[in-house]
C-alpha cells in the first residue's frame, strides 16, 4: 500500500480527529512477502500512525483476522505467526489504540467450529455459482455474513474499549 501510494492518497484526504483503522498482517507471513514482522512490518505500520498523528487524525491498529485452519482436533490454528505480536508490541510502544481481532476471531471460530464457519467463509457447491462451476473452497475470504459477523467483532470491540466517541454511535 505505501509503494502504492495508497498511505499518501489517504493522508490527503484525512481531516482532523477521523480514525484511521490499520490492519495489515494478513498476507504478510506468506514467504517471499519481503516482510518480516518485527522490521519492516512495524516500520510500514509505524508510518500509518505518523500520518494519521501529523494530520490530527486517530490511529487504530487490528490485528489481523483470523483464517479458517483448524488442526486434527477441531481447534482453530493462528496461521498469522508473530505479526500480532509486533502490532501489540508497536501499539503498546507507540500508545496506539489497538482492536486484537487475531484474539476476537480466533475465539469467535473456535466457537463455531470447522463446520460452523463454513457459513462464514467463501464456500461454495459445484453448479451454485457461473463464476466457479466447480464449487469454492476459501477459507481466508468472507461470504457477506462472515463479513458481517467480522464487524460486528470490531464494533463489539469499540465498544468495551470504549473508543470515544465511536463508541457512543453504536448499539
Known amino acids: 500500500f505505501i ?8 493522508l490527503k484526504v484525512i481531516q482532523p480527529n477521523d480514525y484511521l483503522f490499520i ?8 514467504s517471499g512477502s519481503g516482510s518480516s514482522p518485527f522490521t519492516t512490518y512495524k516500520a510500514a505500520l509505524q508510518q500509518y500512525i ?31 505467526g508473530n505479526y500480532p505480536v509486533a502490532m501489540r508490541q508497536l501499539a503498546a510502544a507507540d500508545n496506539v489504540q489497538l482492536i486484537d481481532l487475531t484474539a476476537l476471531s480466533m475465539a469467535y471460530f473456535q466457537k463455531a467450529g470447522p463446520t460452523g464457519t463454513k457459513s462464514l467463509f467463501f464456500f461454495l457447491n459445484a453448479g451454485v455459482s457461473p463464476d466457479f462451476p466447480n464449487g469454492v473452497a476459501d477459507n481466508t475470504h468472507f461470504q457477506v455474513n462472515g463479513a458481517i459477523q467480522v464487524a460486528n467483532l470490531v464494533a ?16
Open 50 to 80: 505518523d500520518g494519521a498523528r501529523a494530520h490530527k487524525a486517530i490511529p487504530i491498529l487490528v490485528t489481523p483476522v483470523a483464517r479458517r485452519s483448524f488442526d486434527s482436533q477441531g481447534n482453530i490454528v493462528d496461521t498469522h
Open 156 to 171: 463489539g470491540a469499540i465498544k468495551a474499549q470504549n473508543i470515544q466517541p465511536l463508541a457512543s454511535y453504536l448499539q
Open 23 to 30: 490492519q495489515f498482517g494478513h498476507n504478510d507471513e506468506h
Open 3 to 10: 509503494h502504492q501510494n495508497k498511505l499518501n492518497d489517504i
